[in-house]
């Protein structure tokens, strides 16, 4: 028995727990904000001393190994001695959307890029930013001689700043200069957004050790956010995860890396050797807020509303594209609202319409990934809206799969805690490079299609006539089949896991994907929005 730690540095605070290496309990934990800052320019030593904040009290004292887990998409330039070139610059910041746009045809599209590194530039992305450093900073971008993710800086700091220079696969597949399928970094896409070479850190295995502290504490390999959320949930094939925030994401474990040429799916790699394919939508709980809004209620009074509705809201259909949409690719339009008659102009049939187009619309996203020989046996559904009663009524039939709500707790500490714990035992020789340690399932509920899975099957085709009316050829042909369900994914216990586990109390630090960055949200004692 020993004990392991898991930092998580999300955009805007450190979490980190403290758990028993066998059974995963956590023991102890800690907390601290970030400093708030007002752009895309951060200072990561204020990363440093949030840490140190939330580790006060002794709160580390007798661990033996940390992991880190971090926000996604930050870029860290560093000059040739290691020292910062300028802040860092973090997922959230929109600045390279033009830069993007421009990296993206001079490889020749969006299916080049797919095929290079599986997914295409988005202004989130470090290949994005450095192509904005480029055009608007070329005195900092010349001086630019190594690159760095806010979790590979992080353990690098950690170590006491070693020669040596880390990342896993997790971190280096958000980069845009690094390929899930081929496993290697991609230089050439450096060299076209930068204008020249730099020092890229060398990617290590999920169970390896990036080192060890001068006080000989083992530090693991760490990962991002969504990775170590993942493997923290304990998700595994046969499962997707659903992260409601303002905009929303899918993503699920699967044994290869999907090119798509579309660049609907984001190819990404996670923390266990495995791969993670992402899709995103625009449009969530910002639909849900969106029409509470309008009817003069909150996100509780709107479930309420919507429970005394019928499945398929008398008629009423909502394509969510509020902010334009990604899944499918329709960036400039609006949301459009249809089946208005008479019968059908009431609040209650609204506020269902609200749940089942956003519904609907992670379905399509769901389904992208199915159409791709996902398999979805259960999907796991995250953010707070997940416990609106109308959410948990009507997403396993429209979804078409056994739904999973874990308890509210801090997965991404979790999971780098875990895989802390897997880089111990087999430093010890205690575990196998191949099998993480198995740490109980987070408490949760469950909830079946059961009989209402033909009903959920009718409202999507609703959904989709009205879309394929509105915006026909919206998904190109072939590129998934609505409700193409797996045969007997809703039998009793299929890949179930008890509602047993360890799911420590506290805010659920994670939050929902926007424009390629998994960006933390609030899941404490507040709304649940994406930045």
Known sequence: MGIVAGLDSSSESTRIVVCDTDTGAVIKQGYAPHPVGGSGDVDPQAWLMSLGEAAEGGLLEGVQAIGVSAQQHGLLALDAGGVLVRPALVGNDKRAQSAAADLTEALGGRAAWAQAVG?????????????????????????????????????????????????????????????????????????LALGHQVRLPEVIGPADAAGHTPEGLLISAGTGETMAAAFGLGVGVGDAVISLGASGSVFSVHHEALADPTGTILSYADATGMHLPVVHTLNAVRALRGTAELL?????????????????????????????ERT?????????????????????????????????????????????????????????????????????????????????????????????????????????????????????QVFEPGEDLPVGQSVRQQYVAVREQIHPGAFEPGAFEPGAFEPGAFE????????????????????????????????????????
């Not at 009074?301 to 019928?310: E, N, P, R």
């Open 119 to 191: 997914a295409v530039p988005t202004a989130s992305q470090p290949v994005a930013k450095l192509r904005w450093l480029t055009r608007n900073e070329p005195d900092a971008a010349h001086r630019v001689a190594e690159l760095m993710q806010p979790h590979d800086w992080l353990v690098w700091q950690l170590l006491g700043r070693p020669a040596r220079r880390t990342t896993d696969r997790g971190t280096a597949s958000s980069s845009g200069y690094w390929s899930a399928a081929s496993g290697s970094w991609r230089p050439d896409l450096v060299q």
């Open 296 to 324: 003069g209620t909150d996100l509780e009074g709107l479930s309420a509303l919507a429970m005394k509705s019928t499945p398929g809201s008398y008629g009423l259909v909502l394509l969510p594209y509020l902010e334009g």
């Open 328 to 444: 499918p690719h329709l960036p400039h339009t609006a949301g459009t609202l249809t089946g208005l008659r008479r019968e059908s102009m009431k609040p209650e049939h609204l506020a269902r319409a609200a749940f089942e187009g956003m519904l609907c619309g992670l379905a399509d996203a769901l389904d992208v990934l199915r159409g791709r020989g996902v398999q979805v046996r259960r999907v796991f559904l995250l953010g707070p809206a997940a416990d609106l009663q109308a959410v948990r009524a009507i997403a396993p039939a429209v979804l078409g799969a056994r739904v999973v709500v874990p308890q509210p707790a801090d997965y991404a500490a979790l999971g780098a805690a875990r895989q802390a714990a897997w880089a111990l035992g087999v430093s010890h020789g205690t575990l196998s490079p191949h099998e993480p340690p198995r740490w109980p399932a987070a408490a949760s």
């Open 492 to 531: 009793p216990g299929a890949g179930d896991q008890e509602a047993a586990g360890h799911a420590a109390a506290g805010g659920y630090e994670v939050g929902a994907y926007e424009g390629g960055g998994y960006e933390a949200g609030g899941y404490e004692g507040g709304g649940y929005e994406a930045p």
